[in-house]
Structures are given as structure tokens and as C-alpha cells.
């Protein structure tokens, strides 16, 4: 067993705001301080699939250019390498050159992506978690 235990928690887009979410959330945080004793409520956690891995396997995917941007993965979805992340629109160019497709470097989960649609060269679009561990 690892003595000190850390992990990052992810709260969502800035943008929107879902209550089911936040419950969700808050529920899943409280069953951590239950199980670890910090609160002396039992809890359990929500059955959902679950994921780790090492802070070296995520990745950060920018955009190659300026535009505006659709995001095609929701947060927390899993996606495999090549698949669809983001369609990139650059309407200063000719019709047939203004759609451009970026897909997924490596398979993983999308852990969040930019609040804005606008974005500019060199903008972190997404981050990754790569070679995930399943935890029970």
C-alpha cells in the first residue's frame, strides 16, 4: 500500500454548470473522506468505471493553428488513437481548405478541453490520461 495518497480532481467545464454533475462530484468526495476516516459518516461511492494512471502519461494535445473549434469528446469519454477530438474551422481561408480534422494522438480518456471555442496557435486543447489502469 502507498503511504500518501494524491490525486487530481477535475470539477468540469467553466462554462457549464450541471447540478447532477456537482452532486455526483461532492458524493464521490465524500465516500473518499468517509473511506479514509476524515468524516465519520460511512459513504459509498457511485458504481462507475474508474481510472488511474501515472502523472508522466498525460498529455497535453494544442491546437496547429488558429480558429475556432468544435469539440467532439466530451470530458471523462474514452477515445482511441485517431479518433475525431477536434474539428478546427479557419474561415480566412478558401472554402475548401477551412474544415480541418484533428484527431486523437494516443488512446485514453479526455480529462477537459479549453472553455473557448476561439483559440490561437499553440492553445492546450485537450488534456489526455494515457495508458490507463482500470481501479476497482
Do not use: C
Amino acid at each position: 500500500e502507498i503511504p500518501v495518497v494524491a490525486f487530481t480532481l477535475e470539477l468540469g467545464e467553466q462554462e457549464l454548470i450541471d447540478m447532477a454533475q456537482a452532486q455526483q462530484d461532492a458524493q464521490g468526495i465524500l465516500a473518499f473522506l468517509s473511506v479514509r476516516g476524515v468524516i465519520a459518516e460511512p459513504m459509498l461511492p457511485l458504481e462507475m468505471p474508474r481510472y488511474g494512471t501515472h502523472l508522466k502519461n498525460y498529455r497535453k494535445f494544442h491546437a496547429p493553428q488558429a480558429g475556432l473549434v468544435q469539440y467532439l469528446v466530451a470530458p471523462g469519454s474514452l477515445v482511441k488513437q485517431g479518433d475525431p477530438l477536434v474539428r478546427l474551422l479557419r474561415l480566412d481561408l478558401p472554402e475548401s481548405e477551412q474544415e480541418q480534422l484533428l484527431t486523437a494522438p494516443e488512446a485514453g480518456a479526455a480529462i477537459l478541453h479549453f472553455a473557448s471555442a476561439a483559440v490561437q496557435q499553440g492553445t492546450e486543447l485537450y488534456k489526455i490520461m494515457t495508458q490507463l489502469t482500470e481501479i476497482s
